[in-house]
């Protein structure tokens, strides 16, 4: 536990109201990102393991996404962000499809941040996805290697977004849990004891720092080394 008891608020809360304050913690980033200049910012909502959840559970958190999709889209529309949603959108109710769609045709054309939300989303999903498209895409042909690297990432759900920089994983976990699988091939890694609940914009700021003192080299040496 810190010096704030911040550990022993967000484990003492019940998994609902934890999931409401997970929720806030998400809006408080959003913001925070904006104000730092970050151009793309990825929130994993809801794994497509989630699912095996307690009913009751899974009721809340549509409820939660429900409520947030309807208060929060003109929000982020006149703060100039734009919402793009990755995931198999077929395990949606209809209501939620819908209310994805106009909040995404609603701030589709603002630039400030493009803020992703993975919803019913897996990394290896995605993948095996990704690979049937392209398949499909040139059935009877026989494509080279090279040609199927550099097509790959247009099939896959986060298609005209970049690879993720920087991956933050809180609550002291040590594991990517199926996310972006792909795309985190080259990106750095965060680690904090910090709750997702209680994550703002001091544990962002703290991260983007840590990052800024990485050295990202892609396979390649250092300048020193070379």
Not at 50 to 55: K, L, M, T, Y
Not at 103 to 118: D, G, R
């Amino acid at each position: 536990m810190d010096g704030n008891g911040r550990w022993a608020k967000a484990r003492s809360l019940p998994r609902t109201a934890g999931h409401k304050q997970g929720a806030e913690s998400a809006r408080r980033v959003v913001k925070a990102a904006t104000e730092f200049g970050v151009k793309y910012l990825t929130l994993f909502g809801f794994s497509s393991e989630n699912w095996n959840r307690p009913d009751s559970e899974i009721k809340d958190l549509m409820n939660l996404l429900r409520y947030y999709l309807r208060s929060e889209t003109a929000e982020l529309h006149k703060n100039g962000a734009r919402l793009r949603v990755i995931g198999d959108r077929a395990g949606l109710d209809d209501d939620i499809v819908r209310m994805i769609e106009n909040a995404e045709s609603l701030t589709e054309e603002n630039t400030a941040i493009t803020v992703v939300i993975a919803l019913n989303y897996g990394g290896r999903n995605d993948i095996l996805h990704a690979a049937a498209r392209l398949h499909n895409a040139h059935l009877g042909q026989k494509l080279s290697f090279e040609t199927i690297e550099a097509q790959f990432p247009g099939f896959l759900m986060t298609e005209g977004i970049p690879d993720p920089d920087l991956l933050i994983r809180t609550s002291g976990e040590q594991r990517i849990s199926n996310f972006l699988l792909w795309q985190c091939a080259y990106s750095e890694f965060v680690f904090t004891d910090t709750l997702w609940p209680d994550f703002d914009k001091n544990d962002l700021e703290q991260a983007l720092s840590i990052y800024g003192q990485r050295d990202r080299r892609f396979g390649a040496l250092t300048k020193v080394e070379g």
